[in-house]
């Protein structure tokens, strides 16, 4: 084994420890949630040794970087998950790889998503990304639509061709009323699944937490984690 797969190794050792625990800590079993390992940053090679290393869910925010990535990783048996803020002049090409988009904020970006994922004959799973720093039904900092239009672009996804409604996303807020306080942002977020679920049954995903409060995510009953430094290490220009 490699320096590099024996460091990944050990790191996702440490990861699967800390969800564990949380799930151990919420009475929860630990098959009810996925790690997701964000790969942004890192080459094709670190993705090809946290694939033999059973990882199965992997993400990126860039489409520049994560094409020719998952290209050249196509042979793998890995879930690609899109979680950046997508501007529609790259809805084509992310839909060539994605099999979840969990940045859907907007309607405009649910038409383009449609259009491409049934030009590419392709169903995609799409996450309706939820800012919990915006205004009523407006867009947050880094992304996501206001609590207000949260329903709205659920039934939009869902009754749109060639996508699939599977659930919220978001990121804990660095300003606004949840600042600092990732557990209650994150309960948020369940209060909103289950109100879209009554509509949405099967829309049963919450990807909330990542490296630094993955814990505060499964104990408000996440069903993915994000979790990218804690694994792959502090990203190059980062440090």
Not at 174 to 188: D, M, S
Not at 191 to 200: F, I, K, P, Q, W
Request: aromatic share 4%; net charge neutral; glycine share 10%.
């Amino acid at each position: 084994m490699t320096d590099r797969k024996a460091q990944l190794a050990a790191n996702l050792a440490k990861v699967e420890e800390r969800i564990t625990a949380a799930c151990t800590a919420a009475g929860r079993k630990r098959e009810e949630v996925t790690l997701i390992v964000v790969t942004k940053t890192y080459p094709a090679s670190d993705v090809r040794m946290l694939s033999e290393l059973g990882v199965r869910h992997v993400a990126e925010n860039r489409d520049q970087d994560a094409a020719p990535k998952s290209a050249e990783c196509s042979d793998l048996p890995l879930l690609w998950h899109f979680v950046g803020q997508l501007q529609t002049n790259k809805v084509r090409s992310v839909v060539g790889y994605a099999d979840f988009v969990q940045s859907v904020d907007r309607a405009r970006l649910v038409t383009a998503l449609s259009k491409e994922a049934v030009r590419a004959e392709r169903e995609v799973g799409c996450l309706v990304q939820v800012a919990l720093d915006a205004e009523e039904g407006g867009r947050g900092e880094r992304g996501g639509v206001g609590v207000g239009g949260v329903e709205e672009l659920a039934d939009l996804v869902a009754g749109s061709p060639g996508l699939r409604f599977d659930g919220l996303m978001t990121v804990a807020p660095l300003t606004g009323a949840y600042a600092g306080r990732q557990q209650e942002a994150f309960g948020r977020l369940m209060d909103l699944s289950t109100a879209v679920r009554r509509a949405h049954p099967a829309a049963n995903m919450v990807s909330a937490g990542m490296s630094s409060d993955l814990e505060q995510a499964v104990a408000a009953g996440a069903t993915h984690v994000r979790v990218g430094t804690a694994v792959l290490g502090v990203r190059p220009g980062l440090r």
